[in-house]
Nanobody, 124 residues
């Protein structure tokens, strides 16, 4: 069974940058589209970014477009989320997720595996 472990969260000032990592176990990472979601207190888990199996295509939520960049290293079985120009509204627990197919998925349903989450706090 696939296991996903996020890391890189922490406290950062508004306008700063942070890079999250998600390490995946198993042998099927290169056959899985990957996504990042986040959940703030009192809110539903929302889509942040996704990247297809090869890393050749990605898609972002409007709220993070131009500030966040998703990437993946299929040799290291790791997906990254580079977050720049962070805002207090970006404060949330960030989760990575893996799908069984290679499409671009904005909804939670296609993602079969989820990490435990990592806390990102942006102060003003």
């Amino acid at each position: 069974q696939v296991q996903l472990v996020e890391s890189g969260g922490g406290l950062v000032q508004a306008g700063g940058s942070l890079r999250l990592s998600c390490a995946a176990s198993g042998r099927t990472f290169s056959s899985s589209s990957m996504g990042w979601f986040r959940q703030a207190p009192g809110k539903e888990r929302e889509f942040v970014a996704t990247i297809n199996c090869s890393g050749g295509s990605s898609y972002y939520a409007d709220s993070v477009k131009g500030r966040f960049t998703i990437s993946r290293d299929n040799v290291k079985n790791t997906v990254y989320l580079q977050m720049n120009s962070l805002k207090p509204d970006d404060t949330a627990i960030y989760y990575c997720a893996a799908a069984r197919n290679c499409g671009i998925y904005q909804r939670k349903v296609p993602y079969n595996y989820w990490g435990q989450g990592t806390q990102v706090t942006v102060s003003s």
